[in-house]
C-alpha cells in the first residue's frame, strides 16, 4: 500500500537512510534523477536539519520525496524477497503503485511527480484539507458547518477528510472544536479531490500524454473507485487528482476476497492504521508498516520482516 500526500515529513527514513545500504543507494539513484529537475538535491530536502515536527508542505518537493521513498522502500523488500501480490495506492500513491506495477519507468515517475506538482502550484487555488476522526454521516447530520467544503477521503468508519479554501477550513475546524469532534490539519496545500482543480484538466492530461504507459504487470486497485487497474494513463490520472478517495470502499473490496497481510510502504503507517481500524473482528487479515514517524527505521524494518517469516512457518506447518 502507497500512501500519498498528508503522510510526509522532514527525515523520513534518516536512519534507514544512514545504516541501510539498499535503500541508501535507491533513494541515491531516485535523487540524481530528480536534482536536474528540481535544480536541487532531494536526499538534501529530505534530510534537513529541521525538527520532524515542522510541517514538509511544499508539493513541489513533496510529491517526489513521496514516490522516491516509496519506491525505494519498495526495492528493499523485493530484496528482501518480499514480492506483492496486489497494489493499492492512495490518491498520488497510486501513481507510485503503477510505477512499481511497471506501468511506467522511474523517470518518467520522477519527472511526472514534479511537472505535476509544479503545475499544481503554479495554477490550483490555495487549499487546505482537515482529517476528522468521525462518522462521515456528520456530514450530512450537520450541512451548515460542512457546506463550504468538499468530502474528499474517507478512510475508515470514524475518519473522513475534507477539503476547502484555508479560511472556510478553518471556520470548519474552529466549529468542530466547539462540537467537541476531533479534527487534525494536514500538510497539504492544494485543492486535490475538488472542483477547484477542474480548470487544470486538459494540462493535467497533457503531462500523461507524453509518457508511453505500459500494461501492469501486478494488479492494482484504485483507491477511488475499489476497481481493478489496467494501466495508467491520461484519464486515470486525472481521475486520481480529481475524484474522492474512497479508501474504506476499496478496502471491503479486498477482505470480500479473503484474507490478506497489508504491508504499508509509506513513511507513517498511516494506511496501515486504516486497516487496523477498519478490520472485522475474527480476521486473519494483518496490517504490518515498515516505518513510522518515531525513527526507529531500522527495528520497524527488522520486525516486519520476523513478522512475515513466522506467518510463513505458520503456513508451511499448517
Known amino acids: 500500500m502507497f500512501s500519498g500526500q498528508g ?7 534518516e536512519q534507514l537512510y544512514a545504516q541501510h545500504p539498499g535503500f541508501k543507494r535507491w533513494m541515491d539513484h531516485c535523487a540524481a534523477i530528480a536534482e536536474p ?4 538535491s532531494l536526499t538534501e530536502i529530505i534530510y534537513h536539519p529541521l525538527d520532524r515536527t515542522q510541517e514538509f508542505d511544499r508539493l513541489l518537493y513533496t510529491n517526489p520525496a513521496l514516490l522516491c521513498i516509496e519506491y525505494s522502500l519498495t526495492q528493499v523488500l523485493l530484496e528482501m524477497g518480499i514480492q506483492p501480490d496486489y497494489l493499492l495506492g492512495y490518491s498520488l500513491g497510486e501513481i507510485t503503485a503503477a510505477l512499481v506495477s511497471g506501468s511506467l519507468s522511474l ?6 511527480s514534479i511537472e505535476l506538482a509544479a503545475l499544481l502550484e503554479q495554477a490550483s487555488p490555495p487549499a487546505a484539507m482537515l482529517s476528522v476522526f468521525d462518522s462521515p454521516a456528520i456530514f450530512t447530520q450537520f450541512p451548515d458547518i460542512f457546506q463550504n467544503v468538499w468530502l474528499t477521503g474517507q478512510n475508515f468508519p470514524k475518519n473522513f477528510v475534507v477539503t476547502g479554501l484555508p479560511e472556510d477550513i ?13 479534527c487534525q490539519p494536514l500538510p497539504v496545500k492544494q485543492a ?20 508511453e504507459f505500459k500494461a501492469l504487470r501486478v494488479p492494482l486497485l484504485s483507491s477511488v473507485n475499489g476497481q481493478w487497474q489496467a494501466r495508467l494513463d491520461a484519464q486515470a490520472l486525472w481521475r486520481i487528482i480529481r475524484q474522492p478517495v474512497n479508501f474504506a470502499h476499496s478496502l471491503q473490496t479486498l477482505l470480500a476476497q479473503g484474507n490478506f497481510v497489508f504491508i ?6 498511516t494506511l496501515a492504521a486504516f486497516v487496523k481500524y477498519s478490520l472485522p473482528a475474527g480476521t486473519q487479515s494483518l496490517a504490518l508498516q515498515t516505518l513510522n514517524r518515531f525513527g526507529k527505521d531500522v527495528e520497524s524494518l527488522q520486525k516486519l520482516e520476523l513478522t512475515l517469516s513466522t506467518l510463513k512457518l505458520e503456513s508451511l506447518s499448517a
Open 107 to 112: 523517470e518518467d515517475g520522477i519527472r511526472l
Open 37 to 40: 529537475l528540481l535544480q536541487q
Open 170 to 182: 478553518s471556520q470548519l475546524q474552529h466549529a468542530l472544536n466547539q462540537r467537541k469532534i476531533i
Open 192 to 211: 486535490f479531490h475538488t472542483p477547484l482543480i477542474e480548470p487544470l484538466e486538459t494540462q493535467i492530461k497533457q503531462l500523461a500524454q507524453a509518457i
Open 264 to 269: 504499508d510502504v509509506g513513511p507513517s503507517g
Open 7 to 13: 503522510s510526509q515529513y522532514y527525515r523520513m527514513g
